[in-house]
């Protein structure tokens, strides 16, 4: 196996796990989450908005954005294979890795900043309803395009002709 199909093959994997995570959040966290309380809420979002900063998850989220465009070089001059590439990247880094940077983390930081303990209820109201439709909406964006991403990275491994 050439080390370029090496790379498409990790590039793959971390790609499904990022859309896996997403997918997950869309379709039972924010779900669950949504059933809760406003303080319950806000505190469990923060909570796991402190957790996923971890290596594992960098690892698989920075992994992606650097791997898909360093996997279409490797495959410049292989049509389709980097045709799919190109746009396997073009989505992670604006759908994924752009709207993450631009519109969740710096929501993630105001919930951070946020101190429930002292918050009058109203206060409390508010912040979620400022908070839980604009992040859903986003993950939701996340979550298409890195299923779009993930789907042009397999139609890349499918016409690969280096295996």
Known sequence: MKMTTVFLLITAVLTALIAGL?????????????????????????????????PVFFMSFMGTAVLLPVTAFLFKGQQPAFLFLVLAAAAYLVGV?????????????????FDISEAAIEVV???????????????????????????????ACIWNKEV
Do not use: H
Not at 97 to 113: C, E
């Open 22 to 54: 997403f997918y997950a959040y869309s379709c039972s966290v924010v779900l669950g989450l949504g059933k809760l309380s406003d303080t319950e809420y806000l505190k469990a979002m923060q909570n796991i908005n402190r957790e996923i900063l971890n």
């Open 125 to 155: 109201k508010q912040m979620r309803a400022d908070f839980e439709n604009r992040w859903n909406l986003l993950n939701n964006i996340r979550t298409v395009f890195s299923v779009i991403s993930i789907v042009f990275v397999i139609c």
């Open 97 to 113: 890795f752009g709207v993450t940077v631009a519109g969740n983390v710096p929501l993630n930081d105001m919930l951070d900043k």
